[in-house]
């Protein structure tokens, strides 16, 4: 009888996730390593006026999305949107089914490239966390695009020592990746599974493990690219 392999998801546990697992066989265990707040609230002046802007909006997390979008009687009639593909993008129609997203990518530098060669915009109005990596903002002022960033929600780290040992663990943001590190050493064989190329480079600055970045930047998918990496690898150490 083959063992059973482990996994540690990084953020709450998800009943989706959940059902993927129980249905391969895997043991899943989810352990929320970052809390995140929602302090738009603190801006909502701010917020009302740039709904009733024309402008160019940027979200890089759902979280961002929400904080911003969930608010009773909230409208931007003249908005135009960028932000990154997979979850964020998909709650983003969702908030704003009368605007067009203008477009979408797999990571921030990827967007801040789209933002760039469209070619129009010379300023963008990035709603973003605390804890905001500098990429998206960096690019686009080096492309001479004004950036005002306006933080609707924050993140605090929340790290848990984990005894139990796993074959993958799933990263979803910078965040998780510094939190989780903070009070684990995993073992040189644990494969480190990463939502996109900005929480890769988080993991590759902090360990020597594997990493293998997701092509959609969405949770379900990097647990299926966990699971089936970790079952071919499985596979082909029993060749050997």
């Excluded at 009773?72 to 089914?97: D, Q, S």
């Excluded at 695009?145 to 074959?167: F, G, Q, S």
């Excluded at 890769?200 to 379900?220: F, G, I, Y």
């Amino acid at each position: 009888m083959s063992r059973q392999l482990a996994i540690l998801n990084t953020v709450a546990a998800d009943p989706v996730l959940d059902g993927i697992a129980t249905g391969e066989g895997i043991k899943l265990d989810s352990v929320s390593f970052i809390q995140l707040t929602d302090i738009a609230d603190r801006v909502e002046g701010k917020l009302l006026h740039y709904s009733e802007q024309t402008l160019t909006v940027v979200f890089t997390s759902v979280q961002a999305v929400r904080s911003v979008c969930s608010k009773e009687g909230f409208g931007a009639a003249g908005w135009r949107v960028f932000c990154l593909g997979g979850a964020t993008v998909a709650v983003a129609k969702r908030y704003l089914p009368n605007q067009v997203v203008a477009s979408d990518a797999k990571d921030a530098a990827g967007l801040a490239d789209v933002i760039i060669k469209e070619g129009s915009t010379t300023k963008v109005v990035f709603f973003c966390g605390d804890k905001r990596m500098d990429t998206l903002p960096g690019k686009l002022k080096g492309a001479g695009i004004a950036v005002e960033e306006l933080v609707v929600y924050e993140t605090r780290e929340t790290p848990v020592e984990m005894e139990a040992k796993y074959d993958g663990v799933l990263f979803f943001s910078p965040s998780a990746v510094s939190s989780y590190f903070s009070m684990n050493e995993p073992g040189e064989g644990v494969v480190m599974f990463a939502i996109g190329n900005t929480t890769a480079e988080a993991l590759k600055q902090r360990a020597k493990n594997k990493v293998v970045v997701s092509d959609v930047p969405v949770k379900e998918q990097v647990l299926r690219l966990a699971i089936a990496y970790l079952k071919q690898q499985e596979k082909s150490l029993k060749k050997r």
